[in-house]
């Protein structure tokens, strides 16, 4: 199902069906998918970098964006914790905001442990 919510600031994200990068339909399998790679990345980066005479400068800069990376993907599960659906309503509508459901919050929870 297509949703359409206001964009919020990915450091105060309310709810999780809006949040930045935000294409799928499951923002924590997206998550999880991007911290498995993150953990190849990891495991590959001075192999892929290494050159013969150079400084680690380069193998630096591109760990610091691997922890942007991570912050980015842990940011979009921990909306998932605490937040709530908002629903932009209308004077005399019935929907109401909702509150995540306990699985999915667990699910959170246990992805950025």
């Not at 013969?52 to 922890?67: M, P, R």
């Amino acid at each position: 199902m297509y949703f359409y919510g206001e964009q919020q600031s990915y450091l105060e994200t309310i709810d999780p069906r809006s949040q930045s990068e935000d294409l799928g339909d499951d923002a924590m399998k997206a998550s999880e998918y991007g911290l498995k790679n993150l953990k190849i990345v990891i495991n590959n980066l001075l192999q892929w970098t290494y050159e013969d005479g150079k400084s680690y400068t380069d193998a630096g800069k591109l760990y610091f964006g691997v922890i942007g990376q991570w912050d980015l993907y842990t940011g979009h599960v921990m909306a998932n914790v605490g937040g709530i659906y908002l629903n932009n309503t209308n004077f005399g509508s019935k929907k109401k905001h909702m509150k995540q459901y306990r699985l999915r919050l667990r699910k959170g929870l246990l992805i950025t442990l």
